[in-house]
């Protein structure tokens, strides 16, 4: 009997033609209310479908009764992203519009907004415009910028992040809530746990696992860096330019701890970056704008590069649990794990006092 989401596939492959599943599948949400939720982008138009109870169904984002902002949908709006029942973004003359979920909004509107405080005309991110209570959305003009690419010409635009995270991560924690080395050991152990019930877990997940629970110690210990300002989910698809300013995306779930975090999951996208040869993206312009947006950052302190290998390896196993439920990219998760335990054991050799 196939795996629910080879089954999900085969019959996406039925519905669109065959190989939608191999080319076309994007991403793939798992949870156990919503089954399997599959995004594609065949002819580069985003569509959704959900597999549960053995169906495949395709989802209209107006018809979630989950998300307010989905009745703000009409022939005129362009939906960006969506995971149902989660969050919506939306394009329309007034800009871009984050939906979420009834009673979800206005803390992660405080916290796009206390990112923007603390940003300045090198870095920034989206101002918000206006809210709304009703829709659960908040609105902000949207940039029309380029994404930037991981080649020797983006080594200074990542100079210029490090120094803008350095920046934001001063903002106020009061009701943030903390993200740490156990709560980063839950994520996974929830990911994994997710992914069997879906595809059998690739080899080594369980091993690169306990590397990290035998090396978490290192973001503990004495003399580690007090908690700050974090974005939490920094990747390079979370960066615009726009007339030679730099903006940094979505802060709405940001949290409390150590700043070695973000720029551990930045660092490790950029080598995920050159595994796909995304454009023209190489293991050496990926070290080369690592060592920019460090450079940048400057201040690393007691312990840092530990710490760093740590949120490296963590981020590594992540994205193989991401990238191996997608059909065209799951030839990269062995590598991926291999390079979860490479940083694990580089945990223990920090060469900062």
């Known amino acids: 009997m196939l795996k629910p989401l080879a089954a999900a596939e085969r019959a996406l492959d039925d519905a669109l033609g065959p190989g939608t599943s191999e080319q076309h599948i994007v ?34 984002p107006a018809e979630d009764d989950r998300l307010p902002v989905a009745s703000r949908i009409d022939a005129e709006t362009e939906v960006l992203a969506w995971r149902p029942g989660r969050r919506m973004v939306l394009r329309s003359c007034e800009g871009i519009r984050k939906g979420y979920r009834s009673g979800r909004m206005h803390a992660a509107c405080a916290r796009q907004r206390r990112a923007e405080l603390h940003l300045d005309n ?15 959305s908040w609105v902000a003009r949207e940039v029309f910028g380029d994404a930037v690419a991981v080649t020797s010409a983006s080594a200074q635009i990542f100079e210029s992040i490090g120094r803008g995270l350095r920046r934001v991560q001063r903002a106020p924690l009061d009701g943030l809530g903390e993200h740490g080395v156990d709560e980063e050991l839950a994520l996974l152990v929830r990911a994994a746990q ?7 877990v690739p080899d080594g997940v369980d091993r690169a696992l306990e590397d990290l629970r035998r090396t978490a110690v290192v973001g503990q210990r004495p003399g580690s860096q007090p908690p700050v300002f974090l974005h939490r989910d920094l990747h390079d698809g979370q960066l ?50 690592a060592s920019a947006l460090l450079e940048g950052y400057a201040s690393t302190g007691s312990g840092f590069y530990g710490r760093l290998s740590w949120y490296q390896a963590s981020t590594f196993l992540r994205l ?22 490479r940083c694990a054991r580089q945990v223990a050799f920090d060469p900062t006092p």
């Open 27 to 60: 991403r793939v949400d798992v949870r156990e209310r919503d089954g399997i939720v599959l995004t594609t982008d065949v002819e580069r138009v985003q569509r959704w479908f959900r597999w549960k109870d053995e169906r495949l169904v395709e989802l209209a």
């Open 122 to 136: 090198g870095v920034g991110t989206p101002v918000i415009e206006s809210s709304d209570t009703q829709s659960a």
């Open 194 to 200: 997710r992914f069997e019930s879906v595809r059998p």
């Open 240 to 289: 615009l330019t726009e007339d030679g300013r730099v903006y940094i995306l979505d802060f709405d779930i940001a949290a409390a701890g150590d700043p070695a975090l973000d720029l551990g999951n930045l660092t490790a996208h950029l080598q995920l970056r050159a595994l796909q040869g995304w454009c023209g993206a190489s293991q050496a312009r990926a070290e080369e704008c």
């Open 320 to 341: 193989a649990l991401v990238y191996d439920l997608r059909p065209r990219w799951r030839p990269l998760s062995p590598t991926l794990i291999s390079m979860s335990r």
